[in-house]
């Protein structure tokens, strides 16, 4: 944990960086021939990635035929293998360990805990001939591993991953010692390490698989990125198009972070990169030192739900919920840019509530028409650039066959020369030093041609996962290719453009920010390699001993059944976690205890909630730990760059962040702000309401709209805001949308269900260990000539015995049975859809009650300005 300054005091750039590398790259820096080691195995783990995601080891190659294939286990072993060396190489053991040398005693930890991780690896062929038989060998190599692991997992995240996995490691072996409600048969120690340690349901599950594939090339991608000076590009960009702005600089923080955030999985490393310059430009337009640090947290923060990285949790999500990842960034897009427009939103009050102003430019500000004219003139040109892009490509490849890839990659590298003799047109950016007396903004246009090469990977990654429908790491893969292209050649192009003569060097200098990239990337993920694997403990111990249903029993009877209740639970739950876990583990292991709870209680309470929904209430709730006091991490280092108090600039993020917050509650009970089942008509209407409802709650929360809110006001408000979010509460209460069917009346009358009708069934049965329970399941009927054949396109029969209507078949792997049905459970109830009006007349009487509002404060503002 970072220790708060005992007297608000700033600190110096060197550290800030040296903050960052504790807590996410390692602090140890080694010289001589270590740090050659350190270093050079970042750079191999990198390559390495590269390589298995890429289509070279499968290619015929000349002579020597296809070469270095590994299977999804192999690569999971080696993966982690690097990444528990470099933990005990670069992590040091305690704050009184070495700096800048490795001890012996981290070397030979480090050996012994890359041959245990890579045991899979190294003994493959063996282990698939025994499975299930561990002989001593594998079972002394499974332990050491385990607690070498555990070690490792203390240096780079701390304690409190590690206990967690501690207590789970002995619940798995105490099971019989246990209270009863938690009580199950126990491991032995054989099956115990097996199960965590020769197989791919511990350790070396899903998590460590989706890190291996697709988390290691998007942290490698957004390094090299940052490397290439696309960071400090996205932070100048935001500055000169918002600074001039009521709390200017502010504004601009929010969209840097945001941008930033895109290629950032990291919240502490967010706020340090942008923050070292946007906070004290917040502190000069008049924000106090604890508000330029809360802003600074609360946007640096929401970089991590933003798509498509999402601090890795994007991946997961694609493993854990099984749908694709083009459908979870989808689904994850809306709340996080209404999220960002809120923040935005509340800057823009705390600066009405101070008077600011926004900072100079370097130029006259042209008249509003004309700037609108040239917004809407760069929407135009983007949509035909994009629409030539789409189809033009869509030409190419059945006029070029198979030399379509040569083309596409030659027009690109036109691109690529075009955009940077624009950048070499205009002087290389400089950022400007914040504590400097007299401080303007740049100047929009040559600040945007600056770095528009950058653009171009995210264009190749977004094009690879939105339109060819690439795997993401192998999206990653081309698109990082890109990067390192344009890391070696972009400073001598653009100096043979400057006409300047020193090429070599140039040359050079693109050589070492291609190497410094690489290593930095690799240095980046020993932490989150290092999660995901210690997660995979708590996984593996929930699938060996079934505490899944347990909790799940507990949890309800905490809640006593309420839905609202346990979606309370499982945010302080994910809090506390968060407290102590980084994002990336939270996730892993909160989704994994209570998002199938949440799912059973949706069924038991009468609400379908979707998988995607849960998991994505589970991940915004463990990365608001990172705000909320006493530990919030990112909240501490903001602190440190403004020189405020940080227990206080963690209350003042928090509540910032309460739109966050609120959000999850919301998309649990309003499935359209995920964008589930909604048209693109339906979609465009959903952003305009929620925008306008997050803004309306932003100015609830902060008691500030035209003028300063009454309490009263306030309350309107939030109602305002809940109306526009969820408008269907207001009108199921009005009409409800669902007609009540006697079960025995839907098998007697043949024809009382249409066709493609969506219908719930409410159905009693037993749990998977024998508890009685009612739930609900919500299925679409299929053609046919009656209820009997329409029942049977989703795989059930029914027959009614003693009055009852129960079940008496259901196919296998059809929807039915996916659903949770299964022989012999009865129907209790039958409801099938009734005509409602369109939920959207709520917004009506819901804006006339906002309008109102606005009269009432306009009229105080009014009277407020003459007196």
Known sequence: MISPPKQPTQINDQELQNMVAASDTGARIPEGWQGVLLLGTAFIWSLFQLWVASPLPFYDWPIIGSFGIFNDTQVRAIHLGFAIFLAFTAFPATSRSPQYRVPFSDMVLSIIAAFCASYLFTFYDQLVTRPGLPNTQD???????????????????????????????????????????????????????????????????????????????????????????????????????????????????????????????????????????????????????????????????????????????????????????????????????????????????????????????????????????????????????????????????????????????????????????????????????????????????????????????VVVLVWCLMIERLSPGLSAFWATVLMLFILITQRPIMAFFRQQDDLIIQLQRGGSELLEGLIVGARNMIGIGIATAAAGIIVGAVSQTGVGSVLADLVEILSMGNLLLM???????????????????????????????????????????????????????????????????????????????????????????????????????????????????????????????????????????????????????????FSLFRPGFWMDMIVTPYHQLAPTELVQKHNSIESRAAVRFWVDGVDDVGNERTFLVNMTLGEGADISERLATVGIELVIKDGKVIIDYVGYDSPAEQAGLTFDQVITLVETPQVQPIKQLIYIPTLALFSLIVIIQRRRKRLLTNS
């Open 567 to 721: 979606l309370i639970l499982t945010a302080v739950l994910s809090l506390i976690l968060g407290m102590g876990l980084p994002t990336t583990a939270n996730y892993i292991v909160v989704s994994s205890l209570l998002a199938p709870v949440v799912v059973l209680l949706g069924q038991e309470s009468g609400l379908i909630v979707p998988l995607i929904a849960v998991h994505l209430f589970v991940f915004y709730f463990g990365i608001m730990a990172d705000v909320t006091p006493p530990v919030g991490l990112a909240s501490f280092a903001a602190a440190a760059v403004s020189g405020g108090n940080p227990i206080k600039t963690g209350f003042v993020a928090f509540n910032y962040s309460l739109r966050t917050a609120a959000l999850p509650f919301l998309f649990i009970f309003n499935t359209d702000l995920l964008l589930i089942d909604v048209t693109w008509l339906e979609g465009i209407l959903v952003f305009i309401a929620a925008t306008v409802a997050i803004l309306i709650f932003t100015a609830a929360t902060q008691g500030f709209f035209l003028t300063k809110s009454r309490w009263y006001e306030s309350l309107l408000l939030l109602l305002v805001a």
């Open 139 to 457: 079972l002394v190599t499974s332990v050491i591993g385990i607690v070498l692991l555990l070690e490792a997992t203390r240096r780079t995240l701390g304690p409190p991953l590690m206990i967690v996995a501690i207590v789970f490691l002995v619940y798995s072996v105490a099971g019989p010692y246990m209270p009863e409600i938690i009580a199950h048969k126990g491991v032995t120690l054989k099956e115990l390490v097996n199960h965590q340690w020769l197989t791919t349901e511990g350790v070396f599950g899903i998590a460590v698989g989706v890190s291996s594939s697709f988390v290691f090339l998007f942290v490698l991608f957004g390094a090299l990125l940052d490397k290439a000076g696309a960071g400090n590009y996205f932070i100048q960009v935001a500055f000169s198009l918002l600074g001039h702005m009521r709390g200017g600089p502010a504004k601009a923080a929010v969209v840097a972070s945001g941008l930033t955030g895109l290629i950032s999985g990291s919240s502490i490393a967010n706020v340090v990169t942008t923050g070292t310059f946007t906070i004290p430009m917040m502190k000069r337009v008049g924000f106090s030192s604890e508000k330029a640090g809360a802003v600074e947290v609360a946007s640096s923060v929401n970089g991590q739900i933003m798509p498509p990285v999402m601090g890795a949790a994007a991946f997961l999500m694609v493993e854990y919920v099984g749908i694709s990842y083009v459908e979870v960034i989808t689904h994850a897009f809306l709340p996080a840019l209404i999220s960002y427009i809120a923040l935005v939103y509340i800057v823009h009050l705390e600066a009405l509530k101070l008077d600011m102003q926004g900072l100079p430019r370097r130029s006259a500000v042209k008249p509003w028409h004309l700037r609108v004219m040239g917004l809407l003139t760069g929407f135009m040109v983007t949509a035909v650039i994009a629409a030539a892009v789409y189809y033009g490509i869509g030409w190419i490849k059945p006029a070029f066959g198979d030399y379509a890839g040569v083309v596409i990659a030659g027009l690109l590298s036109i691109t690529y020369l075009y955009l940077l003799r624009i950048a070499s047109s205009v002087p290389d950016l400089v950022l400007d030093n914040p504590d400097s007396p007299m401080l303007e903004l740049p100047e929009v246009v040559p600040t945007v041609k600056s770095g528009l090469h950058f653009l171009l990977p």
